[in-house]
């Protein structure tokens, strides 16, 4: 295997407290994502032994607002902070802040484009935090989402907009989260999106379609991405963001299955 594979604390053992889900994974030779850090305690998480493979990156703000990007600024220098504490080297964003159900708080209508002049702006955002990520040692991955199913109305939200905008900045600070769960929905070509955006990539994220649950119970093929990923010598993090169709510890061995 040349990648190495990490799962989410935040959809993986409920049942337990964050620290222990984290410790869990850590048990099972799990990498660990984790979302929001402002709520965790973070030494008790870092005194697990556990590698973390990524973390929001930010609190609250967008990329676009003269208000919205102060606050970006500012929260993802908090978060670089809070990463060093767990040693998290990837810092996650989004095209908008979503509130704790997952939508965009700043919605485009369904028939609204992007603002003219938003994307130039949104590119010179990314810009100021990849120099951030660049300062502190950490790289800043901006996520691609689904509007159909989970993230309506999130602006820049598709593969192809992460995409423009990552390679635009062109900067190691600045990488995709490139969750192929999302791409499918909203676009597909699964594999040829993996051959474009490889230059660009800072981890990849799956999930199955539908239901958001692990691989092999859905429509994806992922022991044929990750055929893929070993031709195109990918050596980063696939990290598992699916809720268990059943019990955590069988969605975890069907992940490692579909990768091994």
């Known amino acids: 295997m040349t990648f190495a594979l990490a799962a989410s604390a935040e959809m993986l053992f409920r049942e337990l407290p964050v620290v222990d889900r984290v ?34 990156g930010y609190l609250s703000g967008d990329l676009t607002t003269t208000d919205g990007i102060a606050e970006l600024l500012r929260t993802a220098e908090l978060s670089i902070a809070a990463a060093e504490v767990i040693d998290s080297p990837r810092l996650n964003l989004h095209g908008t802040g979503l509130d704790p159900d997952g939508l965009p708080v700043r919605p485009l209508r369904p028939d609204e484009e992007v603002a003219p002049g938003d994307r130039e702006r949104a590119q010179e955002t990314l810009a100021r935090l990849a120099l951030l990520g660049e300062r502190h040692g950490r790289v800043f991955t901006l996520e691609n989402l689904n509007t159909a199913v ?42 040829e999106l993996l051959r474009r955006a490889l230059p660009w990539v800072g981890e990849i994220q799956v999930a199955d379609v539908p239901g958001r649950f692990e691989p092999g119970t859905g429509e994806i093929r992922y022991p044929a991405i990750a055929a893929e990923l070993r031709t195109l010598g990918y050596e980063g993090v696939v990290g598992l963001e699916a809720w268990p169709s059943g019990d955590s510890e069988t969605a975890l061995e069907r992940f490692r299955a579909s990768f091994a």
């Open 23 to 56: 410790r869990r994974l850590h048990e099972l030779d799990f990498q660990v994502e984790i979302w929001g850090w402002s709520t965790k305690d973070l030494p008790a998480l870092a005194a697990t032994g556990a590698t973390f493979s990524s973390m929001t």
């Open 150 to 191: 989970d993230h309506p109305g999130t602006p820049f939200a598709r593969a192809e907009d992460t995409l423009a905008l990552v390679s635009a900045v062109d900067s190691p600070g600045l990488r995709l989260n490139l969750d192929l769960y999302h791409a499918q929905i909203g676009e597909g070509n699964l594999i």
